[in-house]
């Protein structure tokens, strides 16, 4: 075997009676000192990593040349192998159904099926299925878990049967809590010490909000399917070398102010500087202020500031963390002792420390104000001191993300109905939703506890929650119970109807469930504004529930302040938050707990034997989980009759020997499109339309639109997925008139859906590709909308340009990308769609090789070859990523 690229730079440090090995990095090149400490972690992972092949020299010197090579225009390609994957149910089912059908793919092809585990260790946390349909019992939480149960029984029996089937592989079971959550409590290593080797953590996830572990000082974002598949197979993913912006933190947060609004103030203000596809590395002395827990919250909600990372070197407080969350002492002692040797130990006082970033923003912790954001944007902003004239604008602004554009003589519309009995009125601005949700908030015990204190200030001042708003407490894991418990709380914030309700990402991803339905009735009877108050990280119109029109992202106390006034255009400082039965106005500021207040709670009660407790069995999971009868065995014995979980045909006639690259010969267009096709024209998420091919499908098996459920809970189902590929109804297609999912099956002339014209196409023998603008595949990244082309016999696509990581993604499931030359287009050269197209694909085929393309109308035109990397032709040959892997693993 050959040497290691970087050996002589290997030394060791000994642990008691253990002697680990680890890569010097200040000794490979001294610009490694002035490196933001984010870029570090990518720099450790392109040395160790280095075969010179998935990860090359070229990587690890670009990586250390980072001042430079960040401002080359059009980015430089990096190859970086995280550490770790981490899934949540919604995402991690496809994958696990990947693995399954790469099991009997190797075991036809006369392989060890066993061999088929992830290579990189895994976590998936099955958090994304619970609803919010009961609420202020006692039993709230279990009765939730059991229609969760009944709701998800396919998927749920799936996923135990992969937690018993798979290595290195850790499920955790419903109910435990919300996956980012758990990730910072217990599944984060920070330092791996993985046989002899340490090395930095790092992970992808298939969670746009896995940045929260950027708050532990742990590198981290979200990624599409096929990407995190690709990573827990053990290669390595493409990103650019970005930019990173280093964001100064002073001065102190006052006594009154939280961390949810701190972050409220971060995302207004990176949305506004503009740091998409960058990172962002917090430094400054105002850091060491905050806790690991107000730091994760600010890393939880970098998807909504929009950049790549939001990161938090680890100093002397992430350490603490560990030892609070129980990850042991002698644990805690070597990782800080690699951290020192290779300078990324972090002291947020020593401004000699600060490394050289693409630029510098400030921001002074005592500005920061009690704030929410809303009401249909995360990073809107508004100080709770000038939210009663905020919403009062937006009722009379003109319709967009601050306005509803109603008329003046709509402005005091009421709403009387009745509720139990007794009659309410409802009017714009009323609260009918007031949930404390998510990791966001509910994975610090600052803000929680500062809830729970307010709330029994609240009822000792006599206030109370009218009964139709749906108040809903569901903690991302069981240590918050715990503590809320233990510090006595918990009975305020029930008599106020903060029950658990279980415990999961409810309400913050819209599974908010029903509302009563005389609340719903008065609402759509008078067209009311209604809103929705939550401490979660989005607010998008129509997320959190149809009826609340409008929506504020909050900190837990703000939410339960809300509640108990019932409405939002309330001015807290001049206004009475309520009136108890002695007549006696009660205002916020009488029963807000200070920052000092929630300290010394939080010090007494949040202690490391509660996640030890907690955390022991945390692969045990719920009665319900335990008593699931799951399949034995090494295979899955697919149902056939399931609508959620199918055998994938990725591998349907595969065989051992690779084939030889073939040209696409006579290809039709399936569809001509424009620009900025994003993953969700290709591959929707949301709900099955009853008139779509997906939908007859779902009928012809007995069920009614009413179980249809999304595309989302279906994408364990190639069959449903499939026929929602392109089911987006504002697709534009230009071989058609109309806006739809529509296309023309070019021989015949005739219109079809676009499943049901590819399906005719296939038993025609007719490839396919598509012809389409800039930006092909723009938006989140998802692996539906590579694997659904695939399975519509989509060969090729055309592009003007590709969104880096679909490209990708389609060079993955074996499909060849290919640009026009620049300043061409599919208009510019006359094409029309109605031709065949010939693409000559040899079998030494180069990466961005040029090729000419034929039609059989005389027209021709030259494209460049997007297999950028000869791991793209590598992929390419075997027919993509899984199948290259199920023949590495017959070797």
């Known amino acids: 075997m050959a040497e290691h690229p970087y050996q002589k730079y290997i030394k060791t440090v000994a642990d008691g009676d253990k002697t680990y090995k680890y890569f010097d990095l200040p000794q490979i090149n001294s610009k490694y000192e002035k490196l933001p400490y984010s870029i570090r972690v990518l720099v450790e992972s392109a040395v160790r990593n280095c075969d010179n092949f998935q990860v090359t020299t070229k990587d690890v010197e670009n990586a250390f040349d980072w001042a430079e090579k960040q401002k080359v225009e059009g980015g430089v390609e990096f190859a970086f192998k995280p550490a770790r994957v981490i899934l949540q149910d919604f995402t991690g089912v496809p994958a696990v159904v ?112 896995t940045t929260m572990i950027n708050g532990l000082g742990v590198v981290g974002w979200g990624v599409g399917g096929i990407e995190a598949e690709a990573v827990m197979l053990g290669q390595a993913i493409s990103m650019l070398l970005p930019e990173v912006v280093g964001y100064k933190i002073v001065g102190k947060l006052n006594q009154y102010a939280t961390s949810t609004d701190l972050v409220l103030t971060i995302t207004k203000h990176l949305r506004q500087l503009g740091v998409v596809g960058k990172f962002v590395e917090f430094f400054g002395p105002g850091v060491a202020e905050l806790s690991i827990a107000d ?26 963390y560990l030892r609070q969350t129980n990850r042991g002492e002698r644990k805690v002692q070597l990782i800080e002792k690699y951290l020192k040797l290779t300078n990324m130990l972090r002291d947020f006082n020593n401004a000699d420390q600060d490394p050289v970033f693409t630029q510098v923003v ?18 809107d902003r508004v100080s709770v001191s000038d939210m009663k004239q905020d919403f009062l604008s937006c009722l009379t602004n003109k319709v967009g993300f601050k306005g509803y554009g109603l008329a003046a003589d709509k402005l005091d519309v009421t709403a009387p109905f009745v509720y139990e009995g007794k009659e309410y009125t409802l009017r714009h601005g009323s609260v009918v939703i007031a949930a404390i949700t998510s990791c966001t908030n509910t994975s ?40 809320l418990r233990e510090s006595g709380v918990v009975p305020y914030l029930t008599a106020l109807g903060f029950d658990t309700v279980g415990f999961g990402c409810m309400t913050c991803i819209g599974n908010s469930g029903p509302l009563p339905d005389p609340v719903v009735a ?51 400082k001049t206004e009475p938050i309520g009136i108890n039965a002695d007549g006696k106005k009660i205002f916020l500021e009488n029963i807000w707990p200070s920052r000092s207040e929630i300290q010394e709670v939080e010090e007494k009660y949040v202690i490391p034997s509660m996640f030890h407790e907690v955390y022991a069995c945390i692969e045990n ?44 010969e006579n290809a039709h267009v399936l569809l001509l499109l424009g620009d900025s096709v994003t993953t969700d024209h ?63 099956h070019i021989p015949s002339g005739q219109e079809y859906d676009i499943f049901d014209a590819a399906q005719i196409y296939a038993k025609e023998n007719n490839p396919l590709i598509l012809i389409v603008g800039k930006e092909y595949g723009s938006g989140s990244s998802r692996d539906w909308a590579a694997k659904g082309p695939f399975l519509l016999g989509v060969k090729a696509v055309i592009a003007e340009s590709f969104e880096r990581i679909h490209r990708s ?22 094409l029309t769609g109605h031709e065949k197209y010939t693409i000559p694909i040899s079998p030494d085929i180069k990466p961005l090789q040029k090729i000419t393309v034929t039609t059989d109308s005389g027209k021709s035109f030259t494209v460049i070859v997007r297999f950028d990397t000869e791991v793209d032709l590598l992929y390419f040959h075997h027919g993509g990523i899984l199948n290259y892997m199920v023949r590495k693993m017959l070797k």
Not at 297 to 318: H, Q, R
Not at 721 to 732: H, K
């Open 621 to 664: 999971g719920s009665n319900s989980w335990q008593s699931l009868v799951a399949p034995e065995g090494q295979l899955y014995p697919w149902d056939t009759s399931s609508t959620y979980i199918k055998k994938p045909p990725f591998f349907d006639g595969m065989t051992k020997d690779l084939p030889s690259p073939k040209p696409i």
């Open 444 to 483: 610090n015990p600052s803000v929680m506890l500062g809830a729970g204190l307010l709330a029994k200030k609240a009822v000792e001042a006599g206030l109370s929650v009218d009964p139709y708003i749906k108040t809903s407490l569901s903690p991302g894991s069981g240590v918050v119970t715990y503590y």
């Open 362 to 379: 400030e921001l002074d912790l005592s500005t920061v104000v009690s704030s929410v954001s809303g009401p249909k944007r995360p990073h």
């Open 809 to 830: 993604n389609l060079v993955g499931m074996g499909i060849v990308p290919l640009q026009f030359l620049p300043g061409e287009n599919a208009e510019s050269l006359k």
């Open 295 to 320: 730091r994760a919250t600010i890393s939880n909600m970098c998807p909504e500031y929009g950049a790549t990372v939001g990161f938090f070197p680890i100093d002397v407080n992430s350490l603490n």
């Open 682 to 744: 290709i591959s929707p998420a949301g709900s099955i339309a009853r008139n779509s091919p997906a939908a007859r499908y779902l009928a012809e098996r007995g069920l009614t639109p009413r179980d249809f459920n999304s595309y989302g809970s279906r994408r364990g189902n190639d069959d449903i997925m499939a026929r929602g590929t392109f089911a987006n109804i504002r697709l534009v297609n230009k071989l058609v008139d109309k806006t739809g999912p529509r296309t023309k």
């Open 522 to 572: 008065a609402i759509e009877k008078h067209e009311l504004v209604c809103c929705g108050v939550l401490s979660g990280n989005r607010n998008f119109e129509g997320r959190i529930h149809p009826n609340t029109r409008a929506n504020y992202l909050a900190s837990p106390l703000l939410v339960i302040a809300y509640a108990i006034a019932g409405r939002v255009d309330i001015d807290f």
């Open 98 to 209: 990947d693995f399954a059908a790469m099991r009997d793919a190797v075991k036809s092809l006369n392989g060890d099926p066993e061999k088929i585990n992830p290579i990189c260790p895994s976590d998936l946390v099955i958090d994304h299925s619970v609803q919010v349909d009961f609420v202020r019992t006692s039993d709230a939480a279990e009765k939730n878990e059991q229609l969760e149960f009944e709701r998800n029984k396919e998927r749920f029996t799936f996923l135990k049967w992969g937690a018993k089937a798979f290595q290195n592989m850790l499920i955790v079971p419903p109910g435990s809590g919300i996956v980012h959550q758990i990730n910072l409590e217990h599944l984060a290593r920070v330092v791996f010490m993985d046989g002899d080797t340490l090395y930095p953590d790092s992970v992808v996830g298939t969670d746009s909000h």
